[in-house]
């Protein structure tokens, strides 16, 4: 998530840090965001998997079904400035 945060730092030209928040601190924030409990449920278990490692690699699967090569995180977020800056 280091890595994440510089990418976004970079494409917006300003700083951005990680602050690991213990898993059960953070998902005991999300009720306060208003989603249904499986929507928050599921979500948790993507945080854990990421904490475990296991979205550590990439994958061809946006090539093979719109033909179109995916985005690194950078250029994503800096074709949307606006959306993150407001």
Do not use: C
Request: a neutral charge; charged letters at 25%.
């Amino acid at each position: 998530m280091t890595e994440l945060a510089a990418a976004f730092s970079r494409a917006l030209d300003r700083p951005v840090s990680y602050v690991d928040l213990p898993l059960d601190r953070w998902q005991a924030q999300l009720p306060k965001l208003g989603m249904p409990p499986h929507i928050a449920q599921h979500v948790a278990t993507m945080a854990q998997l990421h904490r475990d490692n296991r979205y550590d690699r990439t994958a061809d699967g946006v090539e093979r079904v719109t033909g179109v090569h995916a985005q690194s995180i950078e250029a994503f977020v800096a074709a949307r400035r606006d959306f993150y800056l407001g």
